[in-house]
């Protein structure tokens, strides 16, 4: 399973945005990178994925760079309610598996 | 729908004591996950299924670990005997294979041995 590395944590601002980066440089052609998040004491959301084009959703947006070896989450204004461990994680097509690593904790100030 | 439904939410049990902890997919989804998490090891991937057959067991610890997935609405893990080094929380995920393959994760069971 190709590997991602993550900052250990970061910090915001409320209401500003963010761009939390993952590093998969050993990344294959067919991968297609997840991001999910983990609220305190719940198990683990789906947040948004990508395979080579950026993507939109209500929650966030993937930025993915053009030789695909690293990737941004975006959210565009972070509110309290999004402290959480995003994680970035690479799912091999044709598999329906998650390899979760240790995550960005993600700190909201108020 | 309810989404994954996992049961006991809390489990304290003495050490060789069996446990066995339950969950409900949602319903439609093939996949079904068993996830263990620490502070020291993070999120572990035991066991996934598809259609009720065990695809990937290599993150199971060791043979006092075993799940089954008797048909499509139910999946146990179970722990015999246990020990106090598997206190942890246990998820459970499901997946569908057709669409976005998102996984759905329910809240987990505390597993507390002593």
């Known amino acids: 399973d190709a590997k991602t590395t993550q900052p250990n944590s970061m910090e915001s601002n409320e209401e500003e945005p963010v761009h939390l980066p993952c590093n998969h440089s050993?990344?294959?052609?067919?991968?297609?990178i997840h991001w999910y998040r983990q609220l305190p004491s719940q198990g683990p959301e789906y947040v948004i994925h990508?395979?080579?084009s950026n993507v939109n959703n209500r929650m966030a947006s993937l930025a993915i760079a053009e030789d695909r070896k690293s990737s941004t989450l975006i959210l565009h204004r972070a509110t309290l309610r999004d402290a959480a461990v995003y994680y970035c994680?690479?799912?091999?097509?044709?598999?329906?598996?998650?390899?979760f690593g240790t995550g960005t904790r993600l700190k909201v100030l108020a | 729908d309810a989404g994954v439904i996992q049961s006991p939410r809390h489990e304290v049990t003495e050490m060789g004591q069996e446990v066995t902890l339950r969950c409900k997919p949602i319903?439609?989804?093939?996949?079904l996950f068993w996830y263990r998490q620490t502070m020291m090891r993070g999120l572990e991937l035991l066991i996934y299924?598809?259609?009720?057959?065990?695809?990937?067991d290599s993150g199971m610890p060791e043979d006092r670990f075993s799940a089954k997935m008797p048909n499509a609405s139910f999946s146990t893990l179970k722990i015999q005997p246990s020990e106090p080094r598997d206190s942890a929380v246990y998820f459970c995920?499901?997946?569908?294979?057709?669409?976005?393959?998102?996984?759905?994760f329910g809240q987990g069971t505390r597993l507390t041995v002593v």
């Open positions: 995920a499901s997946s569908p294979q057709t669409g976005t393959p998102e996984a759905f």
């Open positions: 050993t990344i294959s052609g067919t991968d297609y």
């Open positions: 990508g395979l080579t």
């Open positions: 994680i690479l799912r091999a097509s044709g598999t329906y598996k998650y390899i």
């Open positions: 319903s439609g989804h093939n996949s």
């Open positions: 299924f598809n259609n009720n057959v065990p695809i990937d």
